[in-house]
C-alpha cells in the first residue's frame, strides 16, 4: 500500500465512511486536478462528475480564480468581520444582492453551507420573538429534504441514514411529503397529477401556521435525499402557502445555487418567487475555499435594528466569516460567469445530458431517471414493476462506486441513487464520454 495512504489510514477520520471498509477499499490519493479530471498518484485520472461534491463549478485549477486568491494574499489573509470590514466582502454582498431574487437585500456571511441554514433557523425564530409573536417557533421540511449536519440543520431534514443515531438530540420540527413523482405520496401519476403532495403541508397550514416561523425547501432539487427533481408549480404552491399563512420561506440553495440547474439559482425558474431567506455555500466560491451566506429582507434586518439595551441583536458568528480570501474567490468565481458567458455555453449542454440520461431508462435495474440542469441521477431498484428497492445490505451504491473508478469515474451513490452533478465546464466530447463509461457501469451490474 502508498506510504501515504498508510499515514492517511493512521491519522485520518474520513467523513461519511465506515472506516473498516477502507482495508479493501483504501481512499483514492489525488496529486493534481485540471478542468473536470482528477490526477491520481499513478497517472490515472477520474472524471470528477459529482464536482467534488457538488461544490466545483468551472473546473479545477481555474487561472482566474487562483490569480484572485493569491492576488489577496498578498494584502491579507484574514481578520475579524466584527467592528472591522474589507473590500472583498463589501464588494462580495454588493454583487449577491444584484444577481440575487428581488427583495433580498442582507448578506450575512457564514463557514459552510449547515451553517447558512443554521443562520436563517435562527434569524427566523429570533425575528418572531423580537416582533411580539413568540408562539411562532416550529419550522416546516419535508421528510426527503436534508439542509446540513448540524443540530438545527438535522432537525430541520427528513429522517435519514445521515441523522437518525441523533434523533434524540434533534428538536421537533413538521416534516410534510415530498414532491417525489417516482414514489408519489399520493399514488398519482405525473402526466395527470395536479400537485396535490402540496395538499398535506395547506392542512398543516391551515391548522399550525400560528406556531410555525419558516418553510425550508431545497428548490426544484431535494439533493441528498436523493436528487429527487420536482415539478417547478410545487415550489410556486410553497410560496404561494407561505405568503398566506405568514411564514417564512427559506430556501435552501447550497447546492443548486450557482448554475447548477441552468439559471444562477434555481428558484429563478419561477421569476416570481421572492423568498424571506435565500442559504448559499458549496459554489460560491467556485469550489476553491469554504464560506456561507444567507441573504434575508430588509424587512428582517429593521426588526432586528434598535438600540443595543433592546437586546435585539443577532448573537450569531464565525471566526471566518467573510474571510477576505474565501471572497475574493467568490468575486472572481462570479465574474467568471459573465466573463466567459458560463450560462449561455450551459444551455447549449444541459439537452445533451439530460436527453443522454434518458437512454438509462431501458437497463434491467434502473426504475427511473431525473434531473435538471447538469444534475441527474438514476434510481436503481430490484424490480422495476414494483419499483422495489435494494436493501440496506446489498450496497448496490458500493458497487457501482467500485466499478466506476475502476472506468475512470466517480459514481458516489446515495443509497440506490446513483447521481451525476457535473462542473459547468464539462465540454461536449467529456459529456459524451462520462455519459459513455456511466453506461457500462450500470448496465454491467
Not at 217 to 224: K, Q, R, T
Not at 320 to 336: E, G, K, W
Not at 407 to 429: M, S, W
Request: net charge positive.
Amino acid at each position: 500500500m502508498n506510504k501515504w495512504i498508510c499515514k492517511d489510514l493512521k491519522f485520518n477520520w474520513h467523513p461519511y465512511t465506515q472506516m473498516k471498509d477502507c482495508e479493501n477499499l483504501p481512499p483514492v490519493l489525488i496529486e493534481r486536478a485540471k478542468g473536470v479530471k482528477l490526477y491520481g498518484s499513478r497517472g490515472r485520472f477520474y472524471y470528477d462528475t459529482i464536482s467534488s461534491w457538488w461544490c466545483n463549478v468551472h473546473g479545477h485549477n481555474h487561472p482566474k480564480i487562483k490569480r484572485a486568491v493569491k492576488k489577496q494574499l498578498d494584502s491579507m489573509e484574514h481578520i475579524l468581520f466584527a467592528g472591522f470590514t474589507h473590500k472583498p466582502a463589501i464588494l462580495l454582498a454588493e454583487k449577491l444582492i444584484s444577481i440575487a431574487p428581488k427583495g433580498l437585500t442582507r448578506v450575512f456571511f457564514s463557514d459552510n453551507g449547515s451553517t447558512s441554514v443554521e443562520v436563517a433557523l435562527k434569524m427566523s425564530f429570533q425575528y418572531w420573538r423580537i416582533t411580539g409573536k413568540t408562539n411562532k417557533t416550529r419550522f416546516i421540511a419535508l421528510d426527503h429534504g436534508y439542509h446540513g449536519d448540524t443540530i438545527g440543520a438535522m432537525s430541520v431534514s427528513g429522517e435519514s441514514l445521515f441523522n437518525e443515531a441523533f434523533s434524540p438530540m434533534l428538536f421537533p420540527s413538521f416534516k410534510v411529503p415530498s414532491p417525489y413523482c417516482y414514489r408519489c405520496p399520493m399514488g398519482k401519476d405525473r402526466s395527470t397529477c395536479e400537485i396535490n403532495c402540496v395538499n398535506p403541508l395547506e392542512k398543516l397550514l391551515k391548522e399550525k401556521s400560528k406556531d410555525c416561523s419558516a418553510i425550508i425547501i431545497e428548490p426544484l432539487v431535494l439533493a441528498a435525499g436523493g436528487m429527487i427533481a420536482y415539478p417547478v408549480e410545487y415550489l410556486s404552491k410553497v410560496a404561494d402557502l407561505a405568503g398566506r399563512y405568514n411564514v417564512h420561506l427559506i430556501l435552501d440553495e447550497v447546492a443548486t445555487g450557482f448554475g447548477r440547474t441552468g439559471k444562477m439559482f434555481a428558484c429563478q425558474h419561477l421569476p416570481e418567487i421572492n423568498p424571506d431567506f435565500l442559504c448559499l455555500s458549496k459554489g460560491i466560491t467556485g469550489g476553491y475555499l469554504p464560506m456561507g451566506a444567507t441573504l434575508t429582507t430588509k424587512g428582517i434586518y429593521q426588526a432586528f435594528y434598535a438600540d443595543y439595551g433592546k437586546k435585539k441583536t443577532f448573537y450569531h458568528g464565525h471566526t471566518y466569516t467573510a474571510n477576505p480570501v474565501a471572497c475574493s474567490a467568490a468575486l472572481a468565481s462570479i465574474n467568471i460567469f459573465d466573463e466567459e458567458k458560463t450560462l449561455d455555453k450551459v444551455k447549449k449542454i444541459i439537452p445533451l445530458f439530460q436527453g443522454g440520461l434518458q437512454r438509462f431508462k431501458g437497463l434491467p435495474l434502473v426504475g427511473d431517471t431525473r434531473g435538471i440542469g447538469l444534475i441527474g441521477a438514476m434510481e436503481l431498484v430490484k424490480d422495476k414493476r414494483t419499483r422495489k428497492a435494494f436493501d440496506f445490505k446489498d450496497r448496490i451504491g458500493l458497487q457501482v462506486y467500485i466499478k466506476g473508478l475502476k472506468k475512470n469515474i466517480i459514481l458516489r451513490p446515495l443509497g440506490g441513487v446513483i447521481y451525476l452533478f457535473l462542473p459547468l465546464c464539462i465540454k461536449t466530447d467529456e459529456l459524451e464520454d462520462v455519459m459513455d463509461r456511466a453506461y457500462s457501469v450500470i448496465k454491467s451490474l
